[in-house]
């Protein structure tokens, strides 16, 4: 039995691997019965590169065309003895380390690519030798299907066979994407470093490889310079591995240094220099080996947004796509703002070049109910080489100042403090290290301490949470950023739009300062969630993507991300916009105040004078602006509101004629603050409150009216950490604050200043004992009828007279009727 039972598995076993077989045999026919209708065009078509359907930018009108990203195509083809060995070498260590070794494709690539597109659920990773690219370049359509890779890999195959690894090298050379409307290594060498191909040095070499991956992330006129001095590293690392530099060529390409010019006195620079860390220089490199050239214009309307907009392009759609893809693309830009953005900049530059040592404006406006940004400028003027104007500071990371109150302020609201909320403004050490009079508890220890001042070396004593961030003042504000809790201060940064502030090791409390580094894109993102009562749009350059055929790839689609309560953003925008309270720096109706709008803003000015802010907004507008240097040198020691305020007030109130007036509704009063802590409800001088007749001086009951009701506190003057505890405000008084790590250097100054002010403090027993002996239940008026009478009827059109019968301790001011409930006067 147990025979026959194996004999019948051996004969299944059999009949199974014979039908596996047949039908491996089948599928692998079908496959090469497919493979071989593959056809191999002419090498002819090689020189026609299909770069006739051109990527073209509009504006969000879809009839100003912003650019054509092929218009001016340039393209040099030269022969293999006049193309370097060195960028030979560079792009082959770079792209195919390979490449004199495989076939036309590697297996090793082939399989990590198909395991990362089945871990991706997409068919995204090539895996590409530099012959497959340049069967892709120059062969194939740019769409992503296994049919279109399988083609890929036969045609590479094929390729081999047909011509040699040095003709398949400089076909991929003379035709490699190297930035703009650059092709090929002759054009590329040109364009850059004005010299030949067969003449670049192995630095040049490796700049110029680290190109074609990504042409405009790694462009030298672009905002990733230091991307690019590490891949150029990379480059000349991969060079050293495959033996095609010796250790004296590899040390002697990293000491080469490659200038970037922005100014006939000042270079900007990149390679060794770059290594150094050094953020500016005065004087010229004299130590250049070679330097870029400058960028020339291309007949490009606002490039620094059509810049941005390539670069998300080249992202979602590949390089390929955008050269010879026939992309449409309609913006979100409106060109007739991007202009008075553009003429207002060159007005206002040469003013706060001459005044504040500031050559250099940045300006961002954003639609606050939608997020499509409506103007991008980067700098005053994208061509001036002088200042370094390509370089596109709305993206860059810079210090905010106090631009960044409003979100720790807002934090703060979250967690139930008040505008009215008092604390002091008093010179503060604030580093536990420290003692309460800056001085370090371990000698050595100086550098440690942190007693911040505020901008105008002023100290106000007690001072609300509005007036604080009204008037920009820095201890409230760092005392502020420490109730609210640094780790849900970022937190709701992020969640307003804040990328870059991801490391919640690295801040302190300065952070409230601008001690982090974010963009004025950023920014004026964060500020639209106010305008647009607490929602989030993120910001969107696009409108829609049609492909040549006119079948829309994408369109615009609004994403608004609830982030912050809506009466929290009311309170802010309460504060932000009232000219009152900001008076005492700004003055009335100043830089800030337009007539007849409610605009929100607020300034900031780093400690080192680099940079200066404001970011602005109404219901349906929301604006940022900078003023600086693009080589960080420090401007004249102003504040922003002299400096960036009347550039980005002329813009904002010029800008608002288009739109129609809306207003913010006022933020919910607290019904009931008789239930708040005092220091919550505007009290500095005590947290032990009663109230009063403010008549009388009697202590007030219930049967006091509300308007004769005043409410004082026993005057006991202590921090605010004494009264509450800074985790749940409204929550039971703390039983130790001395517990807090805060308390003491809190406390110190305000001992001091109620000393030096003669302040007498009180006990309980100033409050009173005896009840409100003027309003009791027998005082309260009696009233009734004498007319009309109750018993007689009266026709509508008839007239009563009214006639009341009224007794009581006081005489009656005012009486309100009604008939049925309804008021008539």
Known sequence: MRRRILKLRKHRLKEIALWTGVLGFFAVGTLFLWVSTFTLPDLSAFSERKVSQSTKIYDRTGEILLYDLNRGVKRSVV???????????????????????????????????VLANIGAGSFSQGGSTITQQVVKNSLLTTEKKISRKLKEWILAFKLERLLSKTEILDLYLNDAPYGGTVYGIEEASETYFGKKALDLSIAEAAYLASLPNAPSYYSPYGNNKQQLEDRKNLVL??????????????????KEVVCFPSSTTNQKYVGAAAEKSIPSIKEPVTRCTSTFRSQENLGIKAPHFVMFIRQYLEDTYGQAAIERGGLRVTTTLDYGLQQKAEALAKQFAPDNKKNFNAENLSLVALDPKTGQILAMLGSRDYFDKEIDGNF???????????????????????????????????????????NPDGAPIIKGNEDKCYMPENFDGKYLGPISLRNALAQSRNIPAIKVLYLAGLKDSLRLAKDMGIKSLTNVGQYGLTLVLGGGEVSLMDMTEAYSVLAAGGFRNPYQGILRVEDKTGKVLESFEPRPIKVLPEQTALL?????????????????????YIEGRPVAAKTGTTNDYRDAWILGYTPNLAVGAWAGNNDNSPMVKKIAGFIVAPFWNAFIKETLKQYPVETWKKPAAIEDKTALKPVLNGFWQGGQAYFVNKLSGERATEFTPLELREERVVKQIHSILYWLDKNNPNGPPPSNPADDPQFKLWEYPIRKWVAENHIVEETSAVMPTAEDSMHRPEFAPKVSFINPNPNLVYSKNQNAVIALNITGKFPVAKIDYFINDNFIG
């Open 79 to 113: 022969l293999d003895n006049e193309i370097s060995r060195n960028i030979k070498n560079a792009t082959v260590a770079i792209e195919d380390s390979d490449f004199y070794e495989h076939r036309g494709i590697k297996l090793t690539s082939i399989f990590r690519a």
């Open 237 to 254: 690392s991969k060079m050293l591995e495959k033996k095609f530099l010796s250790q004296a060529e590899y040390d002697s390409a990293k």
């Open 392 to 434: 596109n500071v709305a993206l860059a990371h810079r210090q905010p100042g106090s631009s960044f109150k409003p979100i720790v302020y807002a934090e703060a609201f979250n967690k139930g403090y008040t505008p009215d909320t008092m604390v002091f403004d008093l010179a503060t050490e604030f580093d536990t290290d420290c």
């Open 572 to 592: 802010i925008n309460d504060i932000l916009s009232d000219d009152a309270a900001r008076a005492p720096e700004f003055g009335v109706h100043g830089t800030l």
